[in-house]
């Protein structure tokens, strides 16, 4: 109130406030990308639903190759995390912001879920995730700042791409291996329910060619992350 007044009195005063909260969101973002990026993931608020069933014996060839699929839906969720903030940065409709803001860090508990699963399996991350999460964020970004009901057709869009890619996991699992299986049949429900609640705040179907341009980053992801 003070502040404002402030403000009101003397204009001149706004523009370094101004500035100055631009510079915090800057740096929240920044922040947020590099803890995303570089950090170990949150502790998710759901135990891994891998936890219950045991690790059980692969060769080198068959953990090589869940490690691939576990590295390919570490990075789909980094991007997904990327996505959102970056469309929540811009969305105008604060109710927006804020359900965009909770799809990220639903979607944290999956980051976690394909983190620990990796390096149960000896492996890590992909080393391009920098990229990735550059990447997606410019576009949620730029997919925002067109409007909110753009924005949330992006969200039906991606979850859907990474339910059916998720699907298409369950068949390439090795027959026993039950710990990958039951993170990916959790990740798989988790996003049908994120497509459906975009769906219900007014989502837009998305025009032609945006989904069939979404599919094309999706399968040079998929393609790039399996190996680095
Ligand atoms: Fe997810
Ligand atoms: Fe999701």
Avoid at 146 to 170: A, C, K, N, W, Y
Avoid at 179 to 208: C, F, I, Y
Wanted: net charge negative; glycine share 8%.
């Amino acid at each position: 109130m003070l502040g404002a007044t402030m403000v009101a009195r003397f204009p001149t005063m706004s523009r370094p406030l101004r500035e100055s909260s631009n510079l915090d969101r800057l740096l929240a973002e920044a922040d947020r990308a590099l803890r995303t990026v570089f950090a170990p993931a949150e502790a998710p608020d759901r135990p891994s639903p891998g936890a219950p069933h045991p690790r059980i014996e692969m060769d080198d060839t068959q953990r090589r190759h869940v490690a691939g699929l576990m590295r390919i839906n570490h990075a789909g969720e980094v991007c997904a995390q990327a996505l959102y903030y970056g469309q929540a940065a811009v969305a105008r409709d604060p109710a927006v912001a804020a359900h965009l803001m909770q799809a990220a860090r639903e979607e944290g508990d999956h980051l976690a879920w394909c983190e620990s699963r990796l390096a149960e399996l000896g492996s890590r991350p992909s080393v391009l995730n920098p990229f990735w999460y550059v990447g997606a964020f410019a576009i949620g970004a730029g997919a925002g700042m067109i409007g909110d009901r753009l924005s949330l057709g992006f969200v039906v869009e991606t979850e859907r791409q990474v339910e059916s890619h998720l699907g298409e996991h369950l068949t390439r699992l090795p027959e026993g291996d039950e710990r990958t299986r039951a993170v990916l049949e959790q990740m798989k429900s988790d996003e049908v329910e994120h497509g459906a609640n975009a769906k219900a705040r007014g989502a837009m179907e998305l025009p032609w060619p945006l989904p069939r341009l979404m599919q094309v980053a999706a399968d040079t992801l998929r393609a790039v992350a399996y190996r680095f």
